[in-house]
């Protein structure tokens, strides 16, 4: 049944537009609870350690052991932790380091191609930039801190806190390619 709102009581539809709120508040908080009971998925799993969640690391040395070319052999380490195709191949390039204050940052390139027969030659690489520091004021038997970015993305990961996702390379491949396919000379 329609209401009628007069000019001369607003009191009366500040009540009903109350009530009406209330109601679709209540039938709201109703419908997500059946829902969540319902549905094993919303269910809260508390994990203990991270080897059950899955997401995989590797022991990094630690800064005192650190040199160059064994980051390039940790890289690869922790690299291989990760789920991909086989064909996607990589080379990875020491890029030097930058020194800080409190820390040295190691730079590395890890480049991501999927040659084929009849492409052996790319047309697009995706790039992941590995950052490893070694503290100048923690004591030099803590393990380096291992940071990376995927190219053309801000958001940092961090080995054993985020999962690695091969659609991440494939992404940045095809806008690449899209991206060439427009432009013309």
Known sequence: MPVR???EDPAEFDE???KIVDDVIAKAVHD???EIRHNLANLPIIFEDKEDFGIP?????SCENFTPENGVGQIEKFI???KRDSAWLYCIDYMGDTEFDYDIRHKYRVRWSIPTRRKPIPRATACVYFTISLSKIK???LPVEVFYIFEGNRLVHKPGKSRFREIW???LVESKILM???VTF
Do not use: R, Y
């Open 5 to 7: 709102w007069s000019d």
């Open 139 to 141: 004591p030099k038997t």
């Open 16 to 18: 009903e537009a109350f």
């Open 32 to 34: 997500v609870s059946v």
């Open 180 to 182: 060439m396919e427009t």
């Open 57 to 61: 690391n590797i022991e990094w040395s």
């Open 169 to 171: 390379l494939k992404n």
């Open 80 to 82: 291989a932790t990760w």
